[in-house]
């Protein structure tokens, strides 16, 4: 269904939620939260609606659970204890060893305590190829986690590969578990006393199979999570954090020194001299950011060769650490698929958005050549990029420093609107006053009704809609517009999720 079939009538929209008393919108939101009580709602329905708070400004907010990452080199029975803590076989177990590849996160309960729980897949040193890209994943889990089970095959015993893991772990400074599995019955258990060799401390002997010990190792974890994710939040200390991404030679390193005021990265005419992420605090519009220049992608990943794939990879691992993107293009040349592409990566990332168009010095001449490439670079823009139409632009000049301070309000902007959280109340307003101006077409003879809608996150600001039925793409679509048409959301991706419930019978 086409976007346009629910055209019309933004501003009249606008007018009214500001006419809105938010207390009697509050009520309201409360009343058709109540009324999901007559709905069939799984645990996890069940848990965002009594995660969700009323805070000091009157937005409902559910809190960050504390995340909890599995890691270890590979067929230690990681993905065993992580079906073994949530109590069902969620996570692929096979008796080969690098089954698991990416991080996965899954929600467990223990005590009456709720926390994420992230498996991954075997750590090597010195791994080659998809193995690198795997230990590359653990990395980040480590990164972004606020604890750390470490899974040693204790019938093996502490591996070369096992110390390396032990160094990565105190290098992150967060606080670690030792596991020692695979111990299955009591005449095992000296095998894990060998592993305070290790110097993490008390080994904690478990059977992930059997779920021997594993209630033990909960409990001592308990008592040292913390209630609130400090990591889950994603309140960066210090300046924010800003990837520079971009196809090779467009100008990604030029920015960075720029904005540095020195040559703080290699700058050749060469394509592809940027291997490494290089990260640099500077100071713009009187703040400090963290910059960091990425190597250009040239292509996708798993094409991707040599120095390539490694660089590719690591530029993929800088974005997840970061909270906007920069994504720069050469005005000088036409958008590519590979431009596009690297755009939609940022989406995937759900980053915040910022568009930067570099070498913007070499249309400003009054030739009829360049006044040419300027018409067909917006009739370029609004083909190929009218996806992301919000993300705030910026002409600039990376060699000159053209412009380079209309970078910080963009980034202010975005970062602003990946913060963003709507009062409950009054995205439910927001609902009904759009439902009936505009309500959702029969399908087989059935409409399908907006129950009750909420954001359950920030960072990219994320809505759930219960509905009683499933919603066209189309109408979805329609629904984000116009939030963004109400609310801005300038320079951030947002989402719409639903959760089709039936009426339970009498």
């Known amino acids: 269904m086409a976007d346009d079939d629910y055209e019309g009538g933004p501003d009249q929209l606008a007018e009214k939620m ?16 109540a009324g999901l009580a007559d709905y069939d709602l799984d645990d996890e329905d069940a848990a965002l609606l009594a995660g969700i708070t009323m805070g000091e400004d009157g937005i409902m907010f559910s809190p960050a659970l504390p995340v909890v990452a599995i890691v270890g080199r590979p067929n230690v029975g990681k993905s065993a204890l992580v079906n073994r803590i949530l109590g069902r076989r969620e996570a692929v177990v096979e008796d080969t060893p690098g089954v698991t590849r990416d991080r996965v996160t899954y929600k467990a309960e223990w005590a009456d305590r709720r926390f994420s729980i992230v498996d991954t897949g075997g750590w090597e040193p010195d791994a080659r190829g998809i193995d690198r890209s795997v230990a590359m994943q653990a990395e980040i889990a480590i990164d972004l986690a606020d604890m750390v089970l470490f899974v040693v095959d204790a019938m093996v015993g502490a591996t070369s590969t096992d110390e390396h893991v032990v160094k990565l772990l105190r290098k992150s400074g967060k606080p670690v578990f030792l596991v020692a599995n695979k111990i299955d019955d009591t005449r095992q258990e000296p095998e894990a006393a060998a592993l305070w060799s290790l110097g993490l401390g008390e080994p904690y002997p478990v059977s992930a199979i059997h779920g021997r010990g594993v209630a033990d190792l909960l409990d001592a974890v308990l008592k040292k999570l913390p209630e609130v994710s400090a990591v889950a939040k ?3 200390g210090g300046p924010r954090r800003v990837a520079i991404l971009g196809r090779p030679n467009v100008g990604k390193s030029s920015l960075l020194n720029k904005a540095a005021g020195e040559e703080r990265v290699v700058v050749n005419e060469l394509a592809g001299t940027t291997r490494d992420p290089v990260d640099e605090v500077v100071e713009l519009g009187g703040k400090m950011w963290r910059l960091v220049d990425t190597a250009g992608i040239r ?29 720069v293009l050469d005005v000088s040349e036409t958008i590519s698929e590979q431009d596009v592409r690297i755009i939609d990566l940022v989406l995937e990332s759900g980053r915040a958005l910022v568009l930067a168009f570099n070498k913007w010095d070499r249309l400003n001449d009054d030739d009829l050549e360049n006044a040419d490439r300027r018409r067909y670079l917006e009739r370029e823009i609004e083909q190929d990029l009218a996806h992301v139409a919000w993300a705030p632009r910026v002409n600039i000049s990376a060699k000159t420093g053209r412009h380079l301070d209309k970078l910080v309000p963009a980034l202010e902007t975005a970062l602003e609107n990946w913060d963003r959280r709507i009062p409950t109340g009054k995205f439910n307003a927001f609902l009904a006053e759009l439902v009936a101006e505009h309500p959702h077409p029969l399908r087989g003879g059935k409409q399908p009704r907006i129950l009750f809608g909420t954001q359950a996150s920030t960072r990219p600001p994320t809505f759930v809609l219960f509905t009683t039925g499933f919603l066209d793409p189309g109408y979805r679509r329609f629904i ?3 939030l963004r048409e109400i609310y801005s959301f300038e320079g951030t991706p947002i989402v719409v999720n639903m959760r089709v419930r039936e009426k339970r019978q009498r």
């Open 234 to 236: 994603q309140e960066f």
């Open 18 to 33: 500001e006419l809105i008393d938010e207390e009697l919108a509050d009520q309201r939101a409360e009343t058709l939260r």
């Open 480 to 482: 984000q517009r116009r």
């Open 299 to 327: 292509r996708r990943v798993h094409m991707a060769q040599g120095a390539d794939f490694y660089a590719s990879l690591r530029t993929s691992a800088a974005l997840e650490k970061a909270e906007v993107a920069v994504v």
